[in-house]
């Protein structure tokens, strides 16, 4: 298995929301219903509001298997070794083969200055959670998250230590 992260940058949009497209579709009409994620696919991962993440400082990476895009993460600096990781999609054909474990050490490896790291998870989200216990986040509050049109976020606010 030859999985590689690979910086994406603005050329990358497109490929980015396909894979967004088919993962949100298969994985989160069943937990947030589909107008949510309809609304989330459009807030999110249009190409302007990919632009603007990018722009602020949103840091894109393509997850690579043997080549081929499977996957993605996006993730922030907010201050010395502290970072924020603000998505982290596998394809769910190939989820539960130990990709997410391969990606999460590639990218530990690309920060070697991390003390902490956090992340939101939606709190039905059991497979989510289930991983970022198993590679050592806590849950360090429950928050939600107000994103418009009457819609929220009713995330797990989660939190990685080194040790």
Same mark, same amino acid.
């Given at each position: 298995?030859? =999985?590689?992260?690979?910086?994406?940058? +603005? +050329? *990358?949009?497109?490929?980015?929301? @396909?894979? @967004?497209?088919?993962?949100?579709?298969?994985?989160?009409?069943?937990?947030?219903?589909?107008?949510?994620?309809?609304?989330? =696919?459009?807030?999110?991962?249009?190409?302007?509001?990919?632009?603007?993440?990018?722009? /602020?400082?949103?840091?894109?990476?393509?997850?690579?298997?043997?080549? =081929?895009?499977? $996957?993605?993460?996006?993730? +922030?600096?907010? $201050?010395?070794?502290?970072?924020?990781?603000?998505?982290?999609?596998?394809?769910?054909?190939?989820?539960?083969? /130990?990709?997410?474990? $391969?990606?999460? @050490?590639?990218?530990?490896?690309?920060?070697?200055?991390? %003390? +902490?790291?956090? =992340?939101?998870?939606?709190?039905?989200?059991?497979?989510?959670?289930?991983?970022?216990?198993?590679? $050592?986040?806590?849950?360090? %509050?429950?928050?939600?998250?107000?994103?418009?049109? /009457?819609?929220?976020? *009713?995330?797990?606010?989660?939190?990685?230590?080194?040790?």
């Amino acid at each position: 298995m030859n =999985l590689q992260l690979v910086a994406a940058s +603005e +050329e *990358n949009i497109s490929s980015i929301q @396909a894979l @967004a497209d088919v993962i949100w579709n298969d994985h989160y009409p069943e937990i947030i219903g589909q107008e949510q994620v309809d609304y989330m =696919l459009n807030r999110f991962y249009s190409v302007g509001a990919m632009r603007e993440q990018m722009q /602020g400082g949103q840091q894109f990476y393509q997850v690579l298997l043997d080549g =081929l895009a499977v $996957g993605f993460l996006a993730m +922030e600096s907010r $201050g010395e070794g502290s970072y924020f990781l603000n998505k982290l999609y596998i394809s769910t054909r190939l989820q539960r083969g /130990g990709i997410g474990h $391969g990606v999460w @050490a590639l990218l530990r490896g690309l920060l070697p200055d991390m %003390r +902490e790291m956090r =992340l939101q998870v939606n709190r039905q989200n059991y497979k989510a959670i289930n991983f970022y216990f198993k590679v $050592g986040f806590v849950i360090e %509050r429950v928050a939600d998250f107000d994103i418009g049109d /009457g819609y929220f976020m *009713n995330d797990f606010v989660m939190l990685y230590k080194e040790k």
